[in-house]
């Protein structure tokens, strides 16, 4: 693997922090690339740091894998044990330690410390066991550690941007040690996962997601930069727990808000450019929504909880028909959540089958029914509905329950996204059931407590025939001798391989056509052996190469609309898509 995509020379805190006259910034630049070409050889790094504050540099930390000749050279002897071991050593000894605690959070919590203290050894221990660890830097673990955040709060990660820093945002920023920022993964924490509003406490989501970028998509760790916009929380659990760490007050709203995340957005492009993707994360509907519209056409900016969710699960369908047959077209489908996730997954959906059979997407729109918290969608609901869920109302009598609705519009896929559990009920799988000899079954919402239904309930409730997937893992299931994996539809498949696509190419925007290209790329992967075990999704052990050619489709499609600036274009993307992404192996230092 390769370097990673090279900015100009980044000098980390050093380089970060000079504001001051302009020869005296420049002539620390000329000597710091001077430095750079002279220490930066044969793959051998030069460390700005020795001895005892090497050991406490994260970014550059070996422990006892330092060499003899590191240990001389950097004056570490008599700092560590006489012992030189191998990173891979290193990762067996961690995984040993970490699968000695039954407690999840304790693993996530030994995680987030690793990160702190190692973080190639972190990066190389996540790569490595990638299916195992996941699901505790990521959900369902993140959710936990998110609502009880401030009780485990050790050291701060990211930026945490609160009212109080109105008007002085771009000076925030600025306090950041990196400069050179490709991705940032922004949330209000309004609506994480499907634990509601959890204020400040939701930053647990940008460093999980960003951990993700890097360990799965390649993208270097002192690009991404993790941000919490705190503008109170309405949680009033939190507002009363002496251990918060947010702003004690209510939520800003309306025009207040509005300007606050304005002059983020302006300070973000001010100071890092308009090639910095920005991924709006858990923020409530209402806002998740007017964010992405109002800045789409100004910024690189993806929602994952919409488009992300929408790709992922567009791509296990497109698997799952390729095995099953039939068309997008040929299917009738009805969600149980009509908020960003659910009208995020119709509308790519529609777009998909208009891209197909070259009807308009409003055609389209008719095969797909939604489900909210009143009922059916209905065209006799149409005043009384939000702006985002009118284009989904249709012509039909109200129905009040699920599995009315389910027995009236005769659907060949059910998908959950609703944020509440146990809603896929016996009778409701048995319907599905019924009316299909392969019923595909997603229950989206996570964590794994909300989930719509089990795996286990919905091969048990379908005599072992449902298609499913969930959006938290669950284990794999015996069902009259036969064992049925469950697949994961987890956006940690799509945004990624994304997000690189979308730095490597130097795009600009992010257009549809791309998280469809990311769907139909991740669909491809799929073999008939993984959907001969229940999967519609490929295994994660193999997530590097998937994103690697996700990201190859996505910039193919920068390029193609116009919308990459990295030019000229490489003529193998795969390839250039590999050697773009970070490796966490130890470097040499001279």
């Not at 993964?185 to 634990?195: A, F, K, N, S, Y």
């Not at 799952?320 to 997954?345: P, Y």
């Not at 925007?509 to 992967?525: F, G, P």
């Amino acid at each position: 693997m390769g370097r990673g995509i090279q900015p100009p020379p980044s000098f980390g805190m050093a380089s970060a922090k000079f504001y001051g006259p302009l020869s005296i910034n420049m002539s620390f630049y000329l000597l710091a690339s001077l430095l750079l070409s002279l220490l930066v050889s044969n793959k051998q790094i030069f460390p700005f740091v020795s001895g005892y504050n090497l050991l406490r540099d994260p970014h550059h930390n070996k422990a006892l894998a330092f060499s003899e000749k590191e240990r001389d050279a950097h004056y570490l002897r008599g700092l560590l044990p006489p012992i030189v071991v191998s990173q891979d050593l290193q990762v067996k000894k961690l995984m040993h330690n970490l699968r000695q605690y039954q407690v999840p959070l304790q693993k996530y919590m030994a995680m987030m410390d690793l990160q702190e203290t190692s973080e190639r050894l972190f990066y190389k221990l996540l790569i490595d066991h990638v299916e195992e660890l996941l699901p505790v830097v990521y959900t369902p673990t993140v959710g936990e550690a998110c609502q009880k955040y401030g009780s485990i709060f050790r050291r701060p990660q990211g930026l945490f941007i609160s009212l109080k820093e109105k008007g002085k945002i771009l000076e925030v920023l600025k306090n950041w040690p990196q400069r050179n920022i490709q991705v940032i993964v922004v949330t209000d924490g309004e609506r994480i996962l499907g634990l509601g509003d959890l204020g400040c406490q939701g930053m647990g989501i940008p460093v999980g997601k960003l951990s993700l970028y890097t360990a799965l998509g390649g993208v270097r760790p002192s690009a991404c930069l993790p941000v919490t916009i705190d503008v109170g929380t309405n949680n009033e659990n939190l507002l009363k727990d002496e251990f918060y760490i947010g702003l004690r007050q209510r939520r800003a709203t309306g025009e207040e808000y509005a300007e606050f995340l304005h002059e983020f957005m302006t300070a973000v492009k001010q100071i890092y450019g308009e090639k910095v993707l920005i991924q709006f994360e858990d923020f409530a509907n209402h806002n998740a929504f007017e964010l992405l519209e109002k800045y789409g056409t100004t910024h690189l900016v993806f929602n994952d909880d919409i488009q992300g969710t929408a790709s992922v699960v567009l791509a296990g369908l497109i698997a799952a028909l390729k095995f099953v047959g039939g068309t997008l077209a040929d299917q009738r489908f009805l969600f149980l959540g009509a908020g960003e996730a659910g009208t995020g997954i119709a509308e790519l959906m529609a777009l998909e089958m208009s891209k197909q059979t070259n009807v308009p997407v409003e055609e389209a729109r008719k095969k797909i029914w939604l489900v909210d918290s009143k009922g059916l969608i209905v065209n006799s609901r149409l005043e009384s509905l939000q702006l985002f869920k009118k284009p989904w109302a249709h012509e039909h009598e109200p129905i009040n329950e699920l599995v009315d609705a389910v027995k009236s519009i005769k659907p060949t896929v059910l998908i959950g996204t609703s944020g509440v559990g146990r809603t896929f009920t016996k009778d409701v799988v048995e319907a599905m059931a019924a009316l299909n000899d392969k019923p595909i079954i997603l229950s989206l919402s996570n964590p794994t407590s909300q989930s719509e239904c089990t795996a286990e309930e919905a091969y048990k409730w379908s005599q072992g025939r449902a298609i499913y997937a969930s959006g938290s893992p669950f284990a794999p299931v015996e069902y009259k001798g036969k064992t049925l994996v469950p697949g994961q539809a987890n956006n940690a498949y799509i945004f990624p391989g994304l997000g690189l696509g979308l730095i490597m190419s130097g795009a600009i925007r992010v257009h549809n056509d791309m998280l469809l290209a990311a769907s139909e790329a991740l669909a491809a992967q799929v073999t008939r052996e993984n959907f001969d075990k229940g999967l519609i999704y490929p295994p994660f052990t193999n997530i590097r190469k998937i994103s690697a050619q996700i990201a190859a489709d996505v910039a193919a499609k920068a390029y193609e609309l116009g919308l990459a600036t990295r030019l000229p274009q490489p003529k193998d993307l795969v390839k250039y898509a590999e050697s773009c992404m970070y490796s966490p192996t130890y470097r040499c230092y001279r």
